[in-house]
């Protein structure tokens, strides 16, 4: 947006995102209301779904209304086919604004940016269906084989107070959201970690007198 202006709750401005598929199932992305400019870049996925914008507004007073700008932008999603590999030495892993959605299955790939690099990945905001929707850790070998080793298994909406680690030994981390009904989602942030250089050893023994 580059202007707002509804009349405070009351005049509204709310953006959906609908279902490539023909559903008429509108998710509410955001419910905007009030003269502050929203911060915010309103996204739908890749997967061909649409953006519905709606305003409405009530039988008295009117405002200026708003202005905004979209844009189509081909960038990856988690959600498409292999999903997304990260590379950078940190970054955010997120389901998105507003609810994820039913039946996803979304895959973020981690590689250590360069070998010696243990991986850290620590949860801000979490809140997947509990017993249905889940987000599953994996670490996988350097080697490239596609043994995955589950490091966690996540659901509910209590925010994990872990934060879950990959070895340094070129090891890339792999996570997966795996939901079938649908709730907020989750934020996690990541690094990578330098281990702690080696001891120096010990001086050597002093002569004999």
């Excluded at 401005?13 to 023909?22: C, D, E, R």
């Excluded at 039946?103 to 991986?119: A, F, H, K, M, R």
Aim: charge should be negative; aromatic fraction near 10%.
């Amino acid at each position: 947006f580059t202007a707002f202006d509804m009349e405070n709750n009351y005049d509204y401005v709310h953006i959906f995102s609908k279902p490539a598929y023909g559903s008429d199932d509108l998710q509410l992305i955001a419910s905007l209301t009030g003269s502050t400019i929203p911060a915010a870049i309103f996204s739908v996925n890749q997967r061909g779904d649409s953006m519905v914008v709606k305003l409405t507004s009530d039988g008295s007073i009117t405002k200026a209304g708003f202005v905004a700008n979209y844009k189509m932008v081909a960038s990856p999603s988690p959600c498409l086919g292999e999903g997304v590999t990260l590379n950078a030495e940190s970054g955010e892993l997120t389901t998105g604004l507003g609810s994820y959605f039913n039946n996803d299955y979304c895959t973020w790939v981690i590689l250590p940016s360069e070998g010696g690099l243990s991986i850290h990945l620590q949860f801000t905001a979490f809140d997947m269906m509990a017993g249905f929707d889940y987000v599953q850790i994996f670490s996988r070998p350097a080697n490239g084989s596609d043994d995955l080793q589950l490091i966690a298994n996540l659901t509910g909406s209590t925010i994990p107070a872990a934060i879950f680690t990959v070895n340094g030994l070129g090891d890339s981390m792999v996570v997966v959201s795996d939901t079938y009904n649908k709730g907020a989602g989750f934020v996690a942030n990541y690094k990578m970690v330098r281990p702690p250089p080696p001891p120096s050893p010990p001086p050597p023994p002093s002569p004999p007198p």
